[in-house]
């Protein structure tokens, strides 16, 4: 049993939070009335610290795995990156699936930051959240360990010599459902409202789950060039088990729906590459909950650390795992273990493939059977290496600070303590 089989009507019902946002966008734009802030983001946050921005364009085709340049983060970038979200007047913007716009401006930052960091007393000191796996009856509980890939040199998506990367698909005898494995923690994001039951790629991102109801990723997934990009997620994306018909579906957890969908300010703003990173905010329901989360921490000494990625590519893309003709990737999960080759302040450099849509993916250590991200898949940068987002002080504040904002009220029945609960 997945947690694909809980309360089946429940994204069914959460459509229907969908259609209200669309119909506040109608609205707005018949009268030019600004709307009130939305109860489910004011909750929390407060009113007062939310400004209305508008309602963003859009978007329908974007493009994936960035390049990357060797001069284009500055020496006050990285200050910037190590710095407190306390020191910031904006914490970042959110978008719920209709394009309305939010921006997260506390009154008060150092008493707001003050509450979040009372309220993840141990997150703090630790400066780490551990991995969940929640409490299902009936699940498969099975243990699960470090899954072992190959070793290796560039190719020109950011595979480095010859594709190392090894499938986890139900093809290749991985369960893409237990709640105690990696695989259901990772994603697809294909672009909202694609039909899992249909043939062909689909996949414009990779997210991973992080709190009872919090996936991460990159910001250029979903907000580029002033264009807000709507997802699904597809926790355990099988797309070459589908076309091997060994389910009926390409989302075998089912499709989860994104309520808002968090962007760091300065990623919102100009681009900023130090903050390419966002936080999506699944429906607050039990299926939610059922899933379980990687954990993250700040890593201090990560150069030679072997760490694990994996991600889903975009259309069209061939992977030299693929049992498929062509060695089609056909949106399934390819990746392996390398080590980090360097880091600074910001980032974290490795010999992972990678190729687009890995973007927004995990790059993880596996701590004595904990799963714990330290890094989020960003771009290409060289012909040896590719680059990711370093978990590190500003980002690692505003990850907490943003799941404490919107918490799931379903904690406490299938055993979540991490940050994100009511």
Same mark, same amino acid.
């Given at each position: ?337 390398? %080590? ?66 919107? %918490? ?15």
């Amino acid at each position: 049993m997945g947690p694909q089989e809980v309360e089946s009507d429940e994204e069914t019902l959460v459509q229907e939070h969908v259609w209200r946002a669309w119909e506040r966008r109608t609205e707005y734009e018949a009268s030019g009335i600004e709307p009130e802030v939305p109860v489910d983001l004011g909750r929390d946050i407060g009113s007062e610290n939310l400004e209305f921005v508008g309602f963003a364009d859009i978007g329908t085709e974007l493009g994936g795995l960035p390049d990357g340049s060797p001069d284009d983060t500055t020496c006050e970038d990285n200050l910037e990156a190590l710095g407190s979200l306390a020191e910031n007047a904006v914490w970042g913007y959110f978008i719920n699936p209709a394009g309305e716009t939010w921006r997260w401006r506390p009154r008060d930052p150092v008493a707001s930051f003050t509450t979040v960091r009372r309220a993840n007393r141990e997150a703090f000191i630790e400066r780490a959240v551990r991995e969940v796996v929640p409490s299902v009856r009936g699940a498969d509980e099975g243990v699960h360990g470090e899954d072992d890939a190959g070793d290796d040199v560039f190719r020109g998506d950011g595979v480095l010599g010859a594709d190392n990367r090894v499938i986890r698909s139900a093809s290749s005898g991985h369960s893409m459902t237990s709640i105690k494995g990696s695989w259901v923690r990772i994603g697809g994001l294909p672009n909202e409202g694609w039909d899992p039951g249909s043939n062909g790629d689909n996949t414009a991102g990779t997210a991973t789950k992080i709190g009872p109801r919090h996936l991460l990723t990159v910001g250029h997934g979903v907000w580029k060039g002033g264009h807000f990009f709507p997802k699904d997620w597809w926790p355990g994306e099988d797309g070459v088990a589908h076309e091997t018909e060994l389910t009926n579906s390409a989302a075998p957890n089912g499709v989860k729906k994104i309520d808002w969908y968090y962007i760091a300010p300065k990623w919102y703003e100009s681009e900023k590459n130090t903050q390419d990173f966002a936080i999506l905010i699944l429906h607050d329901n039990a299926s939610s909950a059922q899933f379980p989360s990687f954990g993250f921490k700040e890593d201090y000494a990560l150069a030679q650390e072997l760490t694990w990625n994996f991600g889903i590519p975009s259309p069209g893309k061939s992977c030299a795992g693929s049992p498929l003709v062509g060695d089609s990737c056909r949106s399934s999960l390819y990746g392996h273990k390398k %080590p980090v080759r360097r880091t600074e302040a910001s980032y974290v450099f490795t010999a992972h493939d990678a190729q687009p849509e890995h973007s927004g993916g995990p790059v993880y250590k596996f701590d004595g059977g904990d799963r714990n991200i330290v890094a989020i898949v960003k771009s290409k940068y060289s012909a040896v290496e590719n680059r990711h987002l370093r978990i590190w002080g500003f980002v690692f504040d505003t990850i907490v600070a943003v799941m404490n904002a919107h %918490p799931s009220s379903h904690c406490v029945d299938y055993g979540w303590t991490s940050p994100g609960c009511d």
